[in-house]
């Protein structure tokens, strides 16, 4: 049982490099989501794909991509890290339906130097 | 100002006994309520989810419970173990658009 799979784990980067974080779910759900979590704050949407093909923006977008590749993946993009990105990153995947329970990863440490 | 307020911020618990944790809201138009469970160094696991009309719900030895015309919720954790050492989040989604607001977590530390 996978759920949620995200990789890397762990990652240390220079202020201005980029990477893509990757996230893959095998529960066939429609809707996928990234969130970032600080120290002292609630998780925070980063982007989300409500189906194959779209992608919307959440509370947190500016200086991250997305790329629904399709229904089983979804991927985050920093394509000029900076410091204030150092955080944990997590992916999260649900079915249709508001009642629907979110499946998170166990999250990618992304520190920014 | 976050719309989803809790506590108390961290507890420290004797193996055994029960703890009684908070969530007040001012998200709406509300859709559900959801408690979550964190373990250090993992993803939130979903516990309960309660709609509008369920002012109860149990997932073993959790239980919550949501008054809506309060916008209070608690979870109540019965005969703690050391397994229950972990942060509960408090997440509530938004009516019709499915946008979630989410706490910052109740960190709940069992001792033997």
């Known amino acids: 049982n996978a759920g949620v799979t995200q990789t890397p784990k762990f990652q240390v980067l220079k202020t201005g490099q980029s990477m893509t974080l990757q996230c893959a779910q095998d529960?066939?759900?429609?809707?996928m989501y990234w969130y970032r979590q600080d120290p002292g704050m609630g998780l925070r949407l980063i982007y989300y794909?409500?189906?194959?093909?779209?992608?919307d923006k959440g509370e947190v977008p500016n200086g991250y991509n997305v790329s629904r590749l399709n229904k089983r993946e979804f991927s985050l993009r920093l394509e000029s890290a900076a410091p204030s990105q150092t955080s944990v990153y997590f992916c999260?995947?649900?079915?249709?339906?508001?009642?629907?329970?979110?499946?998170f990863g166990d999250g990618t440490r992304l520190s920014i130097l | 100002k976050n719309q989803v307020e809790q506590s108390p911020q961290s507890l420290i618990i004797l193996e055994g006994k029960n703890c009684t944790l908070q969530?007040?809201?001012?998200?709406?138009?509300?859709?559900?309520l959801r408690w979550y469970k964190q373990d250090t160094g993992r993803g939130p696991v979903s516990l309960t989810i309660?709609?509008?009309?369920?002012n109860t719900k149990s997932n073993g030895r959790y239980t919550a419970t949501l008054d809506a015309d309060t916008k209070q919720s608690s979870l109540h954790i019965t005969a703690s173990q050391l397994s229950d050492s972990a942060s509960y989040i408090c997440?509530?989604?938004?009516?019709?658009?499915?946008?979630?607001?989410f706490g910052k977590g109740n960190q709940v530390v069992v001792i033997p």
């Open positions: 997440v509530v989604s938004y009516y019709g658009n499915n946008r979630l607001a």
């Open positions: 999260a995947s649900s079915d249709r339906g508001s009642n629907q329970p979110q499946h």
């Open positions: 794909s409500a189906s194959e093909g779209t992608t």
């Open positions: 309660m709609t509008f009309s369920e």
């Open positions: 969530c007040n809201y001012t998200v709406s138009p509300f859709s559900n």
């Open positions: 529960m066939n759900h429609n809707s």
